[in-house]
């Protein structure tokens, strides 16, 4: 039921319900020895799949209709889990299937009626989707209670609604160049960061003091054999964007750099819990950075938590992934709850006397998800 005190009612507006100014027509179920996918007979519409934004997608024909929707009709889902969901008929005729109804009235501009159930729409999942009630009835439907406006003025408030709409479409559109740009602009500022050239003043000005890079890989070089660490496989990428290395910068394989790696852990789901420690997974690393949302939580004993406790610097990586997402990583900030880590992901933990994760981070956010695209393994859609 609609709040009669929503809004004072303006001049010449009634409240009314739907059976005062619509008829209402149920759709009915079709055998599927009775349609077809070759345009044989008219459109059968089965339910919001067939749906776009506002029209209808004809997928499916039939030569024996027992419901029958007529041009503008609104048509309304009232069962499955599109409950609610509104469309309008733009051609002349649609059988129509039994999750369907269709709204038809003569004082009714029938965009109005299709923007007033799509702002209701909540109302609609409240009665039928996600809940035991299967759907909403023709009385329910019937009973519904409107704001009708005048015909006339019915047509101002679509041509209203419709220019606003355009107007945010528009805003849209600007925003996700204005998104583009500023990711153009992000990989410009990284690339001219370890080009050298952001600090090229600063290194001017402590040219004497610095220690040459080639020194302190040396002495990296000298703590992993005294450790007995393996050298690591090495492969290419693309840094032709880069300038030439600034004095005393050296290339070096991130593996020189790295102190640890580990696999998250895997826990069948009945260690998930409200209760227990908070886990990221790989929906948590977004643009650089751990976003903290949905998180799971699992029951884990103490030695488990100390092997996969997250420390600030560790460096997440996702492993397992479609393959233009393997490769993301973030930084662990300062001021996060304990957690662990799933298994799709990987923990990085730095050589942090020599290393800078933050460095590091911003060094994977320009070339390391393409290269670990190139050289990841396909299996079953994840790389």
């Known amino acids: 039921m609609v709040n009669r005190n929503l809004t004072k009612l303006p001049i010449g507006w009634a409240f009314v319900k739907v059976r005062d100014i619509a008829d209402l027509i149920s759709g009915q179920h079709i055998l599927a020895e009775n349609y077809n996918d070759n345009n044989d007979g008219i459109p059968y519409l089965t339910g919001p799949a067939d749906f776009s934004f506002k029209?209808?997608?004809?997928?499916?024909?039939?030569?024996?209709?027992?419901?029958?929707?007529?041009?503008?009709?609104?048509?309304?889902?009232?069962?499955?889990?599109?409950?609610?969901?509104?469309?309008?008929?733009?051609?002349?005729?649609?059988?129509?299937?039994?999750?369907?109804?269709?709204?038809?009235?003569?004082?009714?501009?029938?965009?109005?009626?299709?923007?007033?159930?799509?702002?209701?729409?909540?109302?609609?999942?409240?009665?039928?989707?996600?809940?035991?009630?299967?759907?909403?009835?023709?009385?329910?439907?019937?009973?519904?209670?409107?704001?009708?406006?005048?015909?006339?003025?019915?047509?101002?408030?679509?041509?209203?609604?419709?220019?606003?709409?355009?107007?945010?479409?528009?805003?849209?559109?600007?925003?996700?160049?204005?998104?583009?740009?500023?990711?153009?602009?992000?990989?410009?500022?990284?690339?001219?960061?370890?080009?050298?050239?952001?600090?090229?003043?600063?290194?001017?000005?402590?040219?004497?003091?610095?220690?040459?890079?080639?020194?302190i890989l040396e002495r990296i070089r000298g703590e992993s054999k005294k450790?007995?660490?393996?050298?690591?496989?090495?492969?290419?990428?693309?840094?032709?964007?880069?300038?030439?290395?600034?004095?005393?910068?050296?290339?070096?394989?991130?593996?020189?750099?790295?102190?640890?790696?580990?696999?998250?852990?895997y826990k069948p789901r009945e260690f998930y819990s409200r209760d227990g420690v908070?886990?990221?997974?790989?929906?948590?690393?977004?643009?650089?950075?751990?976003?903290?949302?949905?998180?799971?939580?699992?029951?884990?004993?103490?030695?488990?938590?100390a092997q996969y406790e997250l420390k600030v610097g560790d460096i997440l990586i996702n492993r397992v992934n479609s393959r233009e997402l393997v490769g993301k990583a973030a930084v662990i900030p300062v001021n996060l709850e304990k957690c662990v880590y799933e298994s799709k992901n990987i923990r990085m933990r730095l050589k942090t006397n020599y290393t800078e994760s933050k460095y590091v981070n911003y060094w994977l956010r320009l070339f390391g998800q393409g290269y670990f695209n190139m050289n990841a393994q396909q299996v079953v859609g994840m790389a």
């Open 55 to 215: 029209y209808p997608i004809i997928s499916k024909w039939t030569t024996k209709p027992k419901a029958i929707a007529h041009k503008d009709d609104v048509l309304l889902t009232v069962k499955g889990a599109g409950v609610g969901k509104t469309n309008i008929l733009n051609i002349d005729k649609a059988a129509i299937s039994r999750q369907l109804m269709a709204v038809r009235g003569a004082v009714l501009n029938h965009h109005y009626l299709f923007y007033y159930f799509d702002f209701l729409f909540h109302i609609f999942q409240e009665m039928g989707a996600g809940s035991t009630v299967p759907g909403i009835d023709r009385e329910s439907i019937l009973n519904f209670q409107i704001f009708l406006p005048p015909l006339n003025e019915q047509h101002r408030i679509v041509a209203k609604i419709e220019e606003l709409f355009s107007d945010l479409d528009a805003g849209v559109e600007a925003l996700k160049k204005a998104k583009a740009q500023l990711k153009l602009y992000r990989q410009a500022v990284l690339k001219a960061a370890f080009g050298g050239r952001l600090t090229a003043a600063w290194r001017e000005a402590h040219k004497e003091e610095l220690e040459p890079a080639s020194v």
């Open 278 to 305: 908070a886990c990221l997974r790989m929906y948590n690393i977004e643009n650089g950075e751990i976003v903290w949302k949905d998180i799971k939580r699992m029951i884990l004993s103490k030695e488990e938590i």
């Open 227 to 265: 450790a007995g660490q393996v050298s690591h496989k090495e492969f290419l990428i693309d840094v032709s964007t880069l300038h030439s290395l600034p004095e005393k910068w050296e290339w070096v394989s991130l593996g020189e750099l790295i102190d640890s790696m580990q696999n998250g852990i």
